[in-house]
């Protein structure tokens, strides 16, 4: 059975931090692209960071200079290191996994950015 189970999720003045973790089982991780998307109340759910087993890291620019994606293989966990919010970063982020036809996707977690 696959697992995704988000955490770090909270509410923080703009110009704070929050660190968000994705636990996955059930999946060959290492070789998932892993990713975080989210989505805010009547928009659509947008990519956010994508983190392929070896290459190049996708960011979406609206969050470039100020996310970082990360992951560890050993604890089969992706984060994402979120600096500088601002309040229209305020959404449900939710972890995603992928390998070829495979797509998974995490509960979600509520972020909101205060002004």
């Known amino acids: 059975q696959v697992q995704l189970v988000e955490s770090g999720g909270g509410l923080v003045q703009a110009g704070g931090s929050l660190r968000l973790s994705c636990a996955a089982s059930?999946?060959?991780?290492?070789?998932?692209?892993m990713g975080w998307y989210r989505q805010a109340p009547g928009k659509q759910r947008e990519l956010v960071a994508a983190?392929?087993?070896?290459?190049?890291?996708n960011y979406a620019d609206s969050v470039k200079g100020r996310f970082t994606i990360s992951r560890d293989n050993a604890k089969d966990t992706v984060y994402l290191q979120m600096n500088s919010l601002k309040p229209e970063d305020t959404a449900v982020y939710y972890c995603?996994?992928?390998?070829?036809?495979?797509?998974?996707w995490g509960q979600g977690t509520q972020v909101t950015v205060s002004s």
């Open positions: 059930g999946i060959i991780f290492r070789i998932n692209v």
């Open positions: 995603n996994a992928r390998l070829n036809l495979s797509d998974y």
């Open positions: 983190i392929p087993p070896f290459g190049r890291i």
